[in-house]
């Protein structure tokens, strides 16, 4: 499955795709201000997790968790 969150939302929860296997590409988007404590663990075939466009975002909890629950590529832009 390839998910593109709307961008109305501003928090991805606690667990919000927890072992979600068919995941296999996700698009944030630029209002999601959080996201939250295992929310991609055990997503074992999510292979894109685009933030591109998430300029918002202020806050991954468990860096290490979210970081090992990505697979093959993480999409991020830093702007200074």
């Known amino acids: 499955a390839n998910i593109i969150i709307p961008d109305s939302v ?22 999601v201000n959080k996201i939250g404590n295992y929310a991609f663990n055990g997503c074992k075939n999510l292979e894109v997790l685009d933030m591109t466009e998430a300029k918002s975002l202020k806050s991954i909890e468990y860096i290490n968790k979210f970081i090992n629950s990505v697979r093959t590529s993480l999409c991020i832009e830093i702007s200074a």
């Open 10 to 31: 501003v928090s991805i929860g606690y667990y919000a795709f927890w072992s979600c296997s068919s995941l296999q590409s996700l698009v944030i988007p630029e209002g």
